[in-house]
């Protein structure tokens, strides 16, 4: 179909092209192409700041999609589509000239719906009337936003985490910033609250690889709950899902919140962080097809939904990854003190196999999580035995009664401080259980600094104080606690194996399978033990060898951990399995608050026995090598898993005999670093037996790097500058920092 060339005002109309779907601003004017295989005619409506409508005939058609170039036109131009065609409601056909329609693919979209019945293609009095209504609704939508594309990504670094490394952070980008107290008032709730450096920072040091927003795409505030003078928080009903929502902007929604959001991308990639984002696509009929660009990034599925069947945890294909919502209520059972629940905590604590082994998913496919927006805080299952949704303005009836709580003693807030430390206590013990187990662990944020959403478990509308982070009265200690714990995780390769436990021996003994469990008393736990409901008891042994290599070849080698796990209301002697006596259990961890209870750093004496209080936690551990290359190589490894380098401080004119102890690590050495006076320059990578030496000058002049085989340096021998023989070479060698 030939399309003539128009003018509307001071725009020229041209056919343009068909793709991509959006409208596409290429520095000189904007390609508009949406897709409708039942218009018979498409108008594209251009918006000035007035709310001036200006249309332009879309006349040009390439299979279903229609389009149109408009030269002059670009970023922050405000547009939408009327849709000429059939009005057939019963065939599901709903074209009605008299509503402005969004682009489902634009990229920005301003203002926001004011909602009334002109917004509707139907008329609300008979919505079975043969003819649309004919009220105009442009001056109550929203409107799409042609967007600037150009952003300089050159510099970017995706952090592409493996999966089983992977901790991720539950994030709300209003509820996270809003009255964070380091933000400046602007700032709080915005993307670039998110991108401060105060926010990033705080993510930095808190250990988590990923942060995974809630909704962030352009959505809708129902028109019951703006009725009702609430908003829809959690941002679960989206309308554009390219668009980033424009209310999270802080410059504006003419198109800059879409830069506001890529820099904040950018930042966290940066900072080591990956960007999980939840998307709502149950409500569309998208079916099982992945393309090349989603098949590349992190598939991660919430596996339910309203109505019969809606419940799919273990179901989803290979590549996916689930909220493993079992889980979620295996621990809150079983650290509530529920009878029969040990044998469903193992299973879980070890990846669930019984979900996704048999489909040829790996641990990986588990996210375990305690809590998540959907349902309490880490602080109010220790509070709440009911739910508090009274501000939801529902009597009640939202969301449900199965919380899996326990209050001990008193529901809500209490004075008694018996209370206060079991809770306490037991808020650290999901930590240490999330943390610990096989998959990947998912905590929602703010758990780690105690907030409550004051037994609300259904906070969807809660754009309040329920909701958002509450800085002022966060819990540094549990803060501090939360950091370690993620730290440990991250350190140690056992936590987050690849694949799945086998039950075999790795060393060769049948004492040091790569699991083992064991009953308080130290002995193997039986299957009648298994099958006996009173026990709330066991001990875990994790062995530190994990019969695999890492990328570089390497076999992956952990130290060994022994983790006593005590549900029972009260205290248990467990007698250590697995003793060693040159290499004795050493407590890591404890989540009692009792200070006689096995401090940190302690290495139980006498029977080997540890008392682990009531609802408490104890992890112990042991070194693989304490000493020699090995031992060294192990860090390394921990230290390149996180994406750093090591740098060791090499001491030649200090050392021993010679021997070859550096030469195993070869393969690590990318690059060498030498001192002048107090500063350090880098110089390219050597391989070994070719390292250059560094004269080190202790008045803080220049020094210079020599290789021992160069004529300058042997001149210098010979002439006496430089003494010959071991030791003198040492002295030569002086004081190094290699980069491994």
Known sequence: ???????????????GIPYPLDAAFDGSGTNFAVFSEVAERIELCLFDDDGKETRVNMGERDGHNWHVYLTGVGPGQQYGYR?????DPKRGIRCCPNKLLLDPNCKAVSGAIQWSDA??????DKPDAAACSSSDDARLMMKCVVSNPYFDWSNEHHPRTPLEDTIIYELHVRGFTKLHPALPPELRGTYAGVAHPAVIDYLKALGITAVELMPVHQFVHDRMLIDKGLRNYWGYNSICYFAPHNEYSSTGDRGQQVQEFKEMVYNLHEAGIEIILDVVYNHTAEGNHQDPVISQVKLIAEPWDAGEGGYQVGRFPVNWSEWNGIYRDTMRDFWRGQDSTLGAFAGKFTGSSDLYENTGRKPRASINFVTAHDGFSLHDPVTYEQKHNEANLEDGKDATDDNRSC???VEGKTDDPAINDLRARQVRNFLTTLLL?????MIYGGDEIGRTKRGNNNAYCQDNEISWYDWEHADRGLLEFAIKLIHLRRDHPVFHRRGWYQGRSIRGSPALDDIGWFRPDGSGMTGEDWQKGYIKMVQIFLNGDLGYVDRRGEPVRDDDFLLLFNAHHEDTFFRLALLDEKHPWEIVLNTSTRIENGKEGEKPSGPASVKAEGRSVVVLTRPCNPCGPTGLKTLVNAIHRQGMSAILDVVYNHMGPEGSYLRDFGPYFTGRYRRHGNTKKRTPGLPMGRIGHASHNRGGGKSE???PKSETNQNDQKSGKIPNGPSAQRQRLGHWNLVL
Request: hydrophobic share 45%.
């Open 437 to 441: 187990s096989q998959g990947v662990p």
């Open 1 to 15: 179909m030939a399309t003539a060339v128009a003018r509307v005002g001071m725009v020229k109309a041209l056919p």
């Open 119 to 124: 917004v509707f293609p139907y008329r609300t």
């Open 83 to 87: 849709v000429h065609g059939p009005w």
């Open 705 to 707: 790097i020599r290789n």
């Open 407 to 409: 209050n001990y003693g």
